[in-house]
């Protein structure tokens, strides 16, 4: 997840916990208040009166943003979590994954699974988090978006909280990546450099590493979209595997990412 929780942490290290965690999940303490938004409801704490209006609005138009991208409604109503603090996102982290040690880089400040999304709130940023800056308000939009394209993700997929999945990390960020904005010019421009440089991973599960992961992985769905329509790419949310998705797509991994660097030269060269 681009918000923090990079799923190359928690695909492998709490997988097989992650589901029977989530039946078990309990609000982290102190006392939740709750706005109910419709195909969602929102829960925050007393710190964030003065924030939750302003917070709203991101989500509602993070939620028109992905329903819009991908042609549909979200499938079932979900909750947001907005933590005031990183001990209470650390908390729900910890049940949620069955690690009760587990402790956030300062990075982290989101994840977004079928059922629930969780925050840090973003007023808090400056002082709790590193990387992210509410004042950005561009970015705390496609920060958000981001982790909602994971909601509804999860919930079309056959691993709904993206736990019993395999070689599909580049595709789940990738997808996020691209639906929310952040595929921007900066990221296709270092993709580009490591094409001409020669130094693109020869691998899809490769494209989910380093410091262009995101780039890498967003530009592939790009392509994606490009070349086989948004309903081919929307008809690719229920694929656990990346064996499903290349069948989906009759084309293997090889001539995928040929065709993915023929594409990124003629478009952006």
């Not at 942490?9 to 938004?37: D, M, R, V």
């Not at 587990?102 to 699974?113: D, L, R, T």
Request: net charge neutral.
């Amino acid at each position: 997840m681009y918000t923090g929780i990079k799923r190359n942490i928690i695909f492998k290290a709490a997988c097989f916990l992650a589901a029977t965690a989530l039946l078990g999940w309990s609000a982290p303490a102190g006392t939740w208040l709750q706005k109910n938004k419709g195909g969602y409801s929102v829960h925050y704490m007393a710190p964030d009166r003065n924030n939750i209006n302003g917070y709203n609005k991101f989500l509602h138009a993070g939620v028109k943003n992905v329903q819009s991208f991908f042609q549909q409604t979200y499938p079932r109503k979900f909750d947001v979590y907005i933590h005031p603090n990183r001990h209470s996102l650390d908390s729900a982290w910890q049940k949620d994954w069955g690690m009760p040690d587990f402790k956030s880089e300062c990075w982290m400040v989101a994840s977004g699974i079928a059922a629930k999304l969780d925050i840090i709130s973003p007023a808090v940023w400056t002082k709790e988090a590193c990387e992210h800056n509410y004042i950005e308000k561009d970015k705390t939009q496609q920060l958000i978006t981001h982790e909602l394209v994971h909601v509804l993700h999860g919930q079309l997929n056959a691993s709904p909280d993206f736990s019993n999945t395999e070689g599909i990390d580049w595709f789940v960020e990738g997808l996020a990546t691209y639906a929310s904005g952040q595929c921007d010019s900066s990221r296709i421009a270092n993709v580009m450099k490591a094409i001409k440089d020669n130094k693109v991973p020869e691998s899809l599960a490769d494209f989910w590493k380093g410091e262009l992961k995101y780039g890498l992985s967003g530009s592939v769905v790009m392509f994606i979209d490009a070349q086989y329509g948004r309903h081919k790419l929307i008809e690719l949310l229920p694929f656990s595997k990346e064996s499903e998705i290349l069948k989906h797509l009759n084309i293997d991994e090889k001539e995928l990412l040929k065709e993915w660097k023929d594409y990124m030269q003629k478009k952006f060269d």
